[in-house]
């Protein structure tokens, strides 16, 4: 995916300008900065939800550019799993994540309800009740990794993860790292993971853009490793947590 001079508005405000970057294939991008500088807003760009004023995306596969704004979207190339989770709440658990099987695919009900339990155990959700379950019945954690279940179902060759470990467990949110790094290296999936989690970020991620909250625009993008020891101030201070943890070193 190409993103090109993107500027992204909220309620009247610039919150971002001239956003230009690629994700590549098989990589893992992670997208941080501090809270309210437009992390969720250029995901919902990304995938089509929203529409730029200025800027482009465009999808580049196969010897082809798709405009993802425009008549031919890739849809099904891209899966989201939103930070609010966000299933629908009239369906079972099950017919969520079976939902994009039905929309976008001709695989029968066997076959759509064996992908999806094995989506769902691949997220963490191997319980078999889980899939007759109703949305409000879930604790927060498991409604997110439905979510993340839901995204994977299609085998999307790029998943947009919106702070998916955000409420979980140390333990689940640790398999969710081994989850993102075997989808990377297994099936070869590009990964945008907004995420505020340092330990995850440094275990998966393969490159980082920072969205800089004052200056309005992406300031650092490479390896976390690198910004960290070489990047601009703010941004080494957000992955040492202010430093912190360059403090306790010493
Ligand atoms: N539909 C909207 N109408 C008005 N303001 C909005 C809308 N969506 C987002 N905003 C504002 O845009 C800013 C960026 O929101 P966004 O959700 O993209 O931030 P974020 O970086 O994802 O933050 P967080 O880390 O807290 O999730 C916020 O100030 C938010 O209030
Ligand atoms: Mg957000």
Redesign the pocket.
């Given at each position: 995916m190409r993103v090109d001079d993107l500027s992204?508005h909220?309620?009247g405000?610039e919150?971002q300008h001239g956003l230009t970057f690629d994700v590549r294939a098989g990589e893992v991008l992670a997208i941080c900065?501090?809270?309210?500088?437009?992390?969720?807003?250029?995901l919902r760009h990304m995938i089509g939800l929203q529409t730029p004023r200025q800027g482009r995306v465009t999808w580049v596969a196969g010897g082809r550019e798709r405009d993802v704004h425009g008549d031919d979207p890739p849809r099904r190339e891209i899966g989201v799993a939103f930070?609010a989770g966000a299933l629908w709440s009239s369906m079972t658990v099950g017919e969520n994540v079976m939902l994009p099987l039905e929309l976008h695919t001709d695989l029968g009900e066997v076959a759509r309800e064996r992908q999806a339990r094995f989506k769902l155990a691949l997220a963490g959700l191997p319980d078999a009740a889980t899939f007759d379950a109703e949305p409000a019945s879930l604790s927060g954690g498991m409604r997110k990794r439905a979510a993340i279940a839901r995204a994977l179902v299609l085998d999307p060759p790029l998943l947009c993860l919106?702070?998916p470990s955000a409420g979980l467990d140390p333990l689940t949110s640790a398999r969710l790292d081994d989850l993102i790094q075997r989808l990377k290296t297994d099936l070869g999936t590009a990964i945008v993971l907004?995420t505020?989690e340092l330990d995850s970020l440094f275990a998966v991620a393969d490159r980082l853009l920072f969205?800089d909250v004052e200056a309005h625009t992406a300031t650092a993008l490479g390896p976390p490793a690198e910004l960290r020891d070489h990047g601009p101030e703010a941004v080494s201070e957000f992955l040492t947590r202010g430093g912190l943890d360059r403090r306790q070193a010493a």
């Open positions: 992204l909220a309620g405000r919150l900065g501090a809270s309210g500088c437009g992390k969720s807003t250029l930070q919106d702070e907004v505020h969205l």
